[in-house]
């Protein structure tokens, strides 16, 4: 691994100040620590947000706000979560394991790297490590690849199970940028296909930081189902989920969500929204 500087600020404007082009940020490094034993990621500086970030779960106006270091199993046994999004705590409980999910944050949970078994493979080719060395998973072993909105350049997935959900319900990303300027992106914009920039897998600009995600009010809550099908059900990858949402009004279905996972560059890809 190489060696690098750390440091680990006590406010989001300490934080800022110190982001440097070689930094990178560490929340539960659930994912970005496994990427620096293995050389695919290799910052300069690590820059612990752990303390600066909010991990409270807030109402306000009707909206839902989780902190972007909120842990994964802080949103699913969260009162809040489960009274006014169910769908996302039943999403992120069937992530990971109880031991990951008690260290991943939201804001990791949407940045993490895909599982590509190429992209970990740092002697195979792969333009989303290595831009313009080309896409292994093309003609090898690609069953857990892209099945929609891929190209030939990267056939990679998103992994997450909470994004799935967070398309579902029309979050919102809250950011802070490289002027501390508070900028706010729809989810369905955070995360990009590949085009011709595999490297890159969101919107997120550079330097910029998640402080928090907003799920708007919805009629929801009640009819509602994360369904994910996976190798093995202690934890795994999904080969696909699928989260689905009905609002049921006299006996009609009034509006319904669709969001695929595990399918696309993009989780998400594909929502279906429709209201009658
Ligand atoms: C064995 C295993 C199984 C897993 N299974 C699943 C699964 O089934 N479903 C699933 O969804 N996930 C799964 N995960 C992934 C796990 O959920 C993610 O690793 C985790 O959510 C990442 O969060 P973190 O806080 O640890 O992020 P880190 O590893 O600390 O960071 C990840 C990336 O996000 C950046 N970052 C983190 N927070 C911010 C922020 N606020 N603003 C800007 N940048 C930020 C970091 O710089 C880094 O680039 C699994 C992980 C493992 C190791």
Do not use: W
Not at 75 to 104: D, Y
Not at 150 to 162: E, I, R, T
Not at 175 to 191: G, L, R
């Amino acid at each position: 691994m190489k060696p690098f500087s750390f440091s680990k600020p006590g406010s989001l404007a300490k934080l800022m100040q110190a982001r440097k082009d070689a930094a990178q940020f560490l929340a539960g490094g659930t994912n970005l620590v496994d990427l620096m034993k293995k050389n695919i990621a290799a910052p300069g500086a690590l820059i612990d947000i752990s303390t600066a970030l909010s991990d409270k779960v807030e109402l306000t106006g009707g909206k839902l706000r989780i902190g972007a270091m909120v842990r994964n199993s802080a949103i699913a046994t969260n009162a809040q979560v489960i009274s006014k999004a169910p769908l996302v705590a039943k999403a992120v409980l069937a992530g990971a394991s109880p031991q990951i999910r008690n260290m991943a944050s939201t804001g990791g949970n949407l940045l993490q790297r895909t599982r590509c078994p190429y992209f970990y493979d740092v002697s195979t080719p792969c333009n989303k490590r290595q831009p313009g060395t080309g896409c292994s998973a093309l003609h090898g072993e690609n069953r857990m690849s892209a099945i929609v909105g891929y190209n030939d350049q990267c056939v990679a997935v998103h992994p997450s199970d909470l994004c799935v959900a967070l398309a579902a319900l029309d979050a919102t990303v809250n950011v802070t940028n490289a002027q501390q300027k508070q900028i706010v992106i729809p989810f369905k914009d955070f995360h990009k296909l590949p085009d011709n920039s595999p490297d890159r897998d969101n919107q997120l600009p550079a330097n910029a930081i998640i402080t928090s995600i907003d799920i708007p009010d919805n009629p929801f809550a009640q009819h509602h189902a994360y369904v994910k099908i996976r190798d093995r059900d202690s934890y795994a990858f999904a080969l696909i989920s699928v989260a689905a949402a009905l609002h049921i009004q006299g006996g009609r279905i009034a509006d319904v969500r669709l969001a695929s996972g595990g399918v696309a560059h993009k989780p998400g890809a594909g929502t279906k929204q429709s209201s009658s």
